[in-house]
């Protein structure tokens, strides 16, 4: 079936590294969006990428969506403790577009 | 920021209750959406709908069901409330028209049966 696979599962950084999340899938998508769940809280809408080997960029976020609409990537530049939180990918794929796959997320931890 | 609502925030129950959750939005959305999430998880959907008189089981298996009789209505019905249910609801809607179909969330209902 259809399937987004995300990795690290979870990522300990110190304040001011960088950060990376990947999420992977064995079909093209359609699209792929990304949502920021901070502790406690409901996920929030980040980004969308639609079209092969997209980059966009949100102040320290850079969104990557690849050549093959298989893979997708978020990474933040000198993380800060307001970064806490679990991104998820969420996945479209052209046979359903109707349901979104998410990825299992990563949970970001920042230490001060 | 959007306008999708659940109720209650909490609930806390005895084994065997009949609970509705309610989610509401006012964006006219005609897409929506029940995912489930235990802390810090993944989401996994349980159910959806394209529109009104239209739902659909999602990929994990509930013994929750939904009705979508208004637009602007998706409530969750667990006829007999087992501790196995404990977890996070959380209501989302999309737009299906615009091809920006981004998912807004509501603040979840945070499900504990006793």
């Known amino acids: 079936g259809q399937q987004v696979m995300q990795i690290p599962q979870y990522q300990h950084v110190q304040e001011g590294e960088d950060f990376t999340t990947y999420c992977n899938s064995s079909?093209?998508?359609?699209?792929i969006q990304w949502y920021k769940q901070r502790p406690g809280g409901h996920p929030v809408f980040l980004i969308q990428?639609?079209?092969?080997?997209e980059v966009k960029k949100q102040k320290r976020l850079t969104f990557q969506f690849g050549e093959a609409k298989k893979n997708s990537s978020l990474h933040i530049t000198a993380t800060q403790t307001t970064d806490v939180g679990t991104y998820f990918c969420a996945g479209l794929f052209f046979s359903n577009f109707n349901k979104f796959y998410f990825g299992s997320g990563t949970k970001l931890n920042v230490k001060p | 920021e959007a306008d999708i609502y659940q109720t209650p925030r909490y609930l806390v129950i005895g084994t065997g209750k009949k609970i509705t959750l309610e989610c509401s939005q006012t964006m006219g959305h005609d897409k929506m959406y029940w995912y489930q999430q235990d802390p810090g998880m993944e989401l996994h959907l349980i159910h959806y709908s394209y529109g009104v008189n239209s739902t659909e089981k999602g990929d994990l298996s509930s013994e929750s069901t939904v009705s979508r009789i208004r637009t602007e209505h998706f409530p969750l019905t667990l006829e007999s409330a087992r501790p196995s249910h404990t977890s996070q609801y959380l209501c989302?809607?999309?737009?299906?028209?615009?091809?920006?179909?981004?998912?807004?969330f509501g603040s979840g209902t945070q499900l504990s049966v006793l």
């Open positions: 990428l639609v079209k092969s080997g």
């Open positions: 079909t093209t998508l359609s699209n």
């Open positions: 989302a809607s999309s737009d299906a028209g615009t091809g920006d179909e981004k998912l807004f």
